[in-house]
């Protein structure tokens, strides 16, 4: 879930995501690797969060620590 988009906000879909299937796996990506997107996302129910600059090394080792994470819940 990209986290710096427009339309519905992406942490209100995390929200809605996470109270829908609980056990789903979510990965939010964000532009900053500091500032309080991060720190939301992971509040509305991110399992990670990866830089928009690092995805291409990054996002299937998160994704991987997603579904990990979500199987224990």
Do not use: W
């Amino acid at each position: 879930m990209d986290v710096g988009t427009g339309g519905m906000s992406s942490l209100e879909a995390i929200y809605e995501l996470r109270r829908e299937f609980p056990r789903a796996g979510i990965v939010a990506v964000t532009p900053l690797r500091t500032g309080s997107l991060g720190r939301s996302a992971l509040e509305s129910g991110a399992d990670e969060i990866v830089l928009r600059a690092d995805l291409e090394p990054e996002l299937v080792p998160a994704l991987h620590r997603a579904m990990a994470s979500a199987k224990l819940r």
